[in-house]
């Protein structure tokens, strides 16, 4: 909770676009979550999305929200006490802002996809909002479940929104703070999904293993395999020790699940039911 876990996913977003200008989205992952297909598959699917949206699970509707989230006032330890990721509470809250419109996601979703030009609007900030956000956001108890929402649907990119999240999630109804572990009895449905991405695991959850034996074709504690992979495939052997064109990919069967879910949710978004202005 607080504000530095914000600040270290803008500073990383700002070393990325001094490193390479090659690249179309900005991903958000933690610990927490697993990869249901390969990087093959991925980079396969996405090759042929229109390169303006983002990806971002969003609603202004907030309602318990407005009083346990967004106007309680904190600050977060982790600024400036090493060790620390205790933050400290204000007595008082303040007021819901009316300068701007505040989202957040649907089921609690601090997780996006976001293209590269938004990403550069965001840490160059060639308007003042993405800078005066970013200070409101900073006493806001989760900042990263509000202010890339927030910040791309009130500014000229809130027609640029596919309102998803990728990611497969089990919730209670109604959601409660976070979603359940998942286990193998979910495994047939994560599998048919299309989905790229899961949450969350125990520790040692043999789901983990049955999705890298049959999704990932991973082998124990080695990278999962690509195109890029030329080594010889034997026992004792990682064919991803040796490696070439690292742009050549070779999507698996998972590829074609992840395309079919990835056209549903573009043409739901196409229908004007998920736009900034709900």
Not at 230 to 236: I, S
Not at 244 to 252: D, F, L
């Amino acid at each position: 909770m607080g504000s530095s876990g914000l600040a270290a996913t803008l500073r990383a977003a700002a070393a990325l676009l001094r490193l390479d200008s090659e690249w179309d989205w900005f991903v958000t992952l933690n610990a927490a979550d697993y990869p249901l297909v390969t990087q093959d598959d991925l980079i396969h699917v996405f090759s042929s999305v229109p390169r303006h949206l983002n990806f971002i699970d969003h609603s202004s509707d907030i309602g318990w929200k407005e009083s346990q989230r967004v106007q309680p006032i904190i600050v977060d330890a982790g600024i400036y006490l090493a060790g620390r990721n205790q933050f400290f509470q204000a007595t008082e809250k303040r007021d819901t802002p009316d300068g701007f419109k505040f989202f957040t996601g649907i089921f609690r979703s601090p997780w996006v996809i976001l293209n590269r030009r938004f990403i550069e609007y965001c840490i160059f900030g060639w308007e003042n909002l993405p800078r005066t956000l970013l200070m409101y956001f900073t006493n806001v108890m989760l900042p990263q479940e509000g202010y890339f929402h927030s910040v791309v649907c009130n500014s000229g990119f809130r027609n640029s929104t596919v309102n998803n999240d990728m990611h497969y999630m089990v919730w209670d109804d109604p959601p409660q703070m976070e979603p359940h572990f998942l286990n193998i009895t979910h495994y047939d449905e994560i599998a048919e999904s299309g989905v790229p991405f899961a949450r969350k695991f125990r520790e040692n959850e043999p789901l983990l293993d049955k999705i890298d034996d049959r999704i990932l074709r991973r082998w124990r504690h080695r990278p999962v395999p690509g195109a890029w992979c030329t080594g010889r495939k034997k026992w004792f052997n990682d064919p991803c020790s040796q490696w070439s064109n690292v742009n050549i990919v070779r999507p698996g069967p998972q590829a074609e699940k992840f395309r079919k879910h990835m056209n549903q949710i573009l043409e739901e978004s196409l229908s004007g039911n998920n736009s900034c202005t709900q």
